[in-house]
């Protein structure tokens, strides 16, 4: 029996990327009281939210850069090697531009530094147990945020994840979904589709309009430009409420290439 468009997309929901009870994290510092705590607080995080976690501690950069492994997320110590977290975050990109960097620092100001590192975390020393967990949890959930979206198209089903959204549109026939290039006009309900996208990522800026936060190339307090530069608006009542979530977004997401 053919399954209808209601069982595709109450299946879609349920169709994450798999994996996420393991993580492999190296720790970069040569300060022995901050290794401590470091692997204390991951081994307690493992053990509280049932991850198996793998651990190394690098007290030499030489000895991680000859690592043939890459890990899913990296901590930087302050100080490692006698330079600053962002300094050797910049080392430690020119082999690894994938995995999640953490950065630790006594310097607040260098948190702007961090963006030209494509920085997970900039944590500010001193650290405390629960900024190690807060960061491990936003990692998790934003590494498993992607789904698998469904809808229903003229003689067939369309299959988008969550990522290749840049909008949801909606007017009196139909609904668009927009991609990097392309306009798809769905048989699908506007409402059938966000329910479906991860609320981490989008935002509905209009009552009839969805944007992926992750595509937005800039905006006023009147429209959003994407990514691919198409023009979205915002509604009045909207204009604070997403330059505050936008501002938000950025502060605690990775951006990768």
Do not use: W
Request: hydrophobic share 40%; glycine share 2%.
């Amino acid at each position: 029996m053919a399954l209808s468009e209601t069982d595709l997309i109450d299946n879609s929901k349920n169709f994450l990327e798999t994996g996420g009870d393991e993580m492999k994290i190296y720790i970069l510092s040569n300060e022995p009281k901050t290794v401590r705590f470091l692997t204390g607080a991951i081994k307690t995080y493992g053990e509280q939210k049932y991850v198996e976690v793998e651990t190394r501690v690098f007290r030499r950069m030489r000895d991680y850069l000859q690592e043939f492994d890459k890990p899913d997320l990296i901590i930087i110590d302050d100080n490692f090697e006698m330079k600053p977290s962002v300094e050797n975050a910049r080392v430690v990109r020119t082999r690894d531009g994938k995995a999640a960097i953490v950065l630790l620092s006594s310097n607040p100001e260098r948190v702007f530094e961090a963006f030209s590192v494509r920085a997970h975390r900039f944590l500010t020393k001193p650290v405390t147990q629960s900024d190690i967990f807060d960061a491990l949890d936003a990692y998790r959930k934003e590494l498993f945020a992607d789904r698998v979206i469904i809808v229903k198209v003229e003689n067939a089903f369309r299959v988008f994840t969550s990522e290749d959204i840049y909008a949801v549109i909606a007017d009196v026939n139909h609904t668009t979904i927009m991609t990097k290039n392309e306009m798809v006009e769905t048989l699908t309900k506007f409402i059938r589709i966000e329910t479906q996208l991860p609320e981490e990522y989008f935002y509905k800026c209009h009552r009839s309009y969805i944007v992926n936060m992750k595509h937005v190339a800039k905006f006023t307090s009147e429209q959003i430009e994407m990514a691919n530069h198409a023009i979205i608006p915002i509604s009045r009542r909207k204009r604070l409420d997403f330059h505050l979530t936008y501002s938000a977004f950025v502060k605690g997401h990775t951006f990768r290439e």
